[in-house]
């Protein structure tokens, strides 16, 4: 990289934040203005400086883009599955960034219905995004949501199948996502907050009328968020209310959506529970009584208040209970058991129990589509770091499994017998053995030399599972290993892995982190001159912190959309998010959260030191992350850095939160951020 290009200067405008009689100077405030030109043009000489930095990797990144496309299957069809008489069917076509939906009734032989081509759609756009499609219970109607902008407030159309005829219906800023009474007029829909994009509102529209649409339900409670949902069984439309730590909900028969919803069993804080409904009776999943991994109850319809709960599947220290499927024979539970997902089956008559078999320890196994309630049918995903991803038909009486599809790695070249994968324990600083997934191919020979690439995530219980990715395919055969160390703040190993990375133990997340790493490092998988991090969003903050504690053990980071002004947006409670978040990182108008956070927070804590290169990337739409948290950030590393390591910012002008909206734009992303980490590598071919 060219050390002789200057990087951006940006002024300094010192502001002093105040709180708990502490006071923090804020060199780079004034960038959180988006209207603000100098703020524009300092984010586009950011991006021209990364351009010139990186223009001697450029067709490396163009050959990395195609070589990562080609693997990929252009003309791909989903899996139909079969909803109310119909199967609905999602294809891509050959040189199209955006799905196509359609339909055919009956039977897969059927004529092909087109609900939706968002190829025609995504014109004139710069971003697109469809989400929400539902269908109205008599199969001629299908509501939608659409956001044009990358900040996920979606506008609510209906459309005529037949026809084809969008309705005179529009409803904006919306979740995108309607819920259809069984009266095939009736529509509930979630309202966001202007400002904040908070999910706070339940609105009940009547198609074609010309009233205003009524408030159902409004959260109140700004740490809540809110939607709406049909239960499986189609009996009961029912409203979530939900925080980090507290659920409640509200249900109603589909039939008479006039009525008024009932709370099913009224909030208290710490108390979690999810509702399934099944012949005459709810099933719920809950924390209730100190069940830290989740218990299964059930009560009757007309006794849902939680004095009625009675025990189905008691609570188990070692097995975290995360999902079930309901379906008129069988109870499928999805468990996870010392970091491994297992799928446990059980007839409603107790005649059958047993769990699907799976061998290695580095695979995910999850159900999915499983809309249709009147089958023996269960429909799961599989996939593991070295074996493509396949969906699974499974009967749950014959228990023969019948694979629908396997991911097709085009490109002539990949072979699953030439990967190798592993699980292995770091010892943490207080003594907690913390997984690793790696995996490799196998003719790469493990030393100190061995560039190794570890990810982490580590927050909101949100667990990474080892999966397979035809991208990594790219770094894995130049020699790379791949790594996800799956760190406290997930749940891989229960809900008290969760529960010890969070709040007042967040910590644990960073320093995990870096035992990976000093584990990696002393035994040899690699050292700090081929050592590599990668982390985004709250995975972002991991990476922050890990290089104000941990710098000299890395050669490169790279940190996506990356959360680092932890103090300053905790206490915005007009930032989309914020007042939502207080559960999970604690809310800093307490001093004691206030204190612990500004310990950590990335922004905060820059001081002197030699840091790794870096690549930071931004969306200037972003609702979930602020543009100017990275931007800011990089202007205060380049103020202390001692070393001449190179940073970069690229602030994706146009995208959102998850980047480009297009199917292969995102790829095009994957491709610079690992063209960097191979130039770091002098790999350039």
Not at 206 to 221: F, R, S, W
Not at 554 to 569: E, H, M, R
């Amino acid at each position: 990289m060219n050390k002789h290009i200057i990087p951006p200067k940006v002024k300094k405008q010192p502001k002093e934040l105040i709180k708990h009689d502490d006071v923090r100077v804020d060199n780079y405030y004034w960038l959180n203005d988006r209207d603000n030109e100098e703020v524009i043009s300092y984010l586009n000489e950011e991006n021209e400086y990364y351009s010139k930095m990186t223009a001697h990797t450029k067709d490396f990144q163009n050959s990395l883009f195609e070589e990562m496309k080609s693997r990929i299957k252009e003309d791909d069809e989903s899996v139909p599955y079969k909803y109310n008489g119909y199967w609905y069917i999602v294809k891509f076509e050959k040189g199209k960034d955006y799905p196509i939906y359609y339909r055919k009734k009956d039977t897969l032989d059927a004529k092909s219905e087109l609900l939706f081509d968002c190829n025609e759609m995504a014109k004139g756009y710069s971003y697109f995004k469809l989400v929400g499609i539902s269908i109205s219970p008599n199969n001629k109607l299908v509501s939608y949501g659409i956001d044009t902008t990358g900040r996920r407030q979606y506008t609510i159309n209906v459309r005529d199948i037949e026809s084809g005829k969008k309705l005179d219906d529009t409803i904006e800023n919306t979740t995108g996502g309607v819920t259809w009474a069984n009266d095939n007029k009736t529509l509930f829909y979630t309202l966001k907050n202007t400002k904040t994009l908070r999910s706070e509102k339940i609105y009940k529209h009547k198609l074609g009328a010309n009233t205003e649409d009524e408030l159902v339900y409004h959260e109140t409670d700004d740490t809540f968020g809110t939607s709406v949902y049909k239960s499986k069984s189609r009996k009961y439309l029912i409203i979530s209310c939900y925080s980090t730590l507290t659920t409640e909900f509200r249900i109603l028969n589909a039939d008479t959506p006039d009525e008024e919803f009932k709370v099913f069993q009224p909030r208290e804080k710490g108390l979690e529970y999810s509702i399934y409904h099944y012949n005459g009776a709810f099933y719920v999943l809950t924390n209730k009584d100190e069940a830290t991994n989740f218990k299964l109850v059930k009560t009757l319809e007309n006794q849902t208040t939680k004095e009625f709960w009675e025990d189905v599947i008691p609570h188990r220290e070692n097995v975290l209970i995360e999902d079930i499927d309901i379906f008129k024979d069988f109870l499928v539970v999805s468990e996870r058991e010392n970091g491994l997902n297992k799928i446990r089956i059980k007839s409603w008559n107790g005649d059958t129990e047993y769990y699907l078999p799976f061998t290695n320890e580095t695979y995910t196994a999850y159900t999915t589509s499983n809309i249709d309630f009147n089958t023996t049918i269960l429909r799961y995903g599989y996939n593991s770091l070295t074996t493509p991803a396949s969906i699974i038909d499974f009967d749950m009486v014959t228990k023969v499994k019948t694979v629908k599809k396997e991911q097709e790695v085009l490109g002539g070249k990949f072979n699953k017998e030439n990967y190798v994968s592993e699980r292995v324990w770091a010892t943490a600083q207080d003594g907690t053995e913390i997984p690793i997934s790696l995996v490799h191919h196998k003719n790469i020979k493990r030393n100190k030399n061995t560039p190794l690439l570890l990810y982490a995530y580590g927050s909101y219980g949100s667990t990474i599972d080892p999966y397979f990715s035809t991208i990594r395919l790219s770094l894995l055969d130049r020699g790379f290993v791949y790594a996800i160390a799956h760190v406290r703040g997930g749940e891989y190993l229960g809900r008290q892995w969760y529960e010890n990375g969070k709040l007042l133990t967040k910590k644990n997340t960073f320093t995990d982190f870096i035992d990976c790493s000093k584990f990696l490092i002393e035994n040899e998988y690699t050292s700090p001159k081929h050592h590599y991090a990668m982390g985004g969003s709250a995975g972002g903050l991991l990476m922050g912190v890990v290089i104000n504690e941990a710098a000299h053990l890395y050669n490169g980071v790279v940190a996506q959309v990356p959360f680092v002004d932890v103090v300053t947006t905790m206490l915005d409670d007009s930032i989309p998010l914020t007042t939502g978040e207080y559960d999970e990182w604690g809310n800093p108008n307490d001093k004691e959260y206030y204190d612990y956070m500004k310990s950590y927070s990335p922004y905060d804590n820059v001081k002197k030191d030699t840091f790794p290169n870096m690549f930071i990337t931004a969306g200037l739409h972003d609702s979930q992350v602020q543009y100017w948290e990275p931007a800011k950030w990089i202007a205060k590393l380049r103020d202390y850095n001692e070393n001449g390591s190179t940073l970069l910012l690229k602030t994706n002008m146009e995208a959102g939160h998850g980047g480009a909206s297009g199917r292969f734009e995102a790829i095009k992303e994957d491709a610079e951020e690992f063209a960097f980490l191979l130039d770091l590598e002098h790999i350039n071919e």
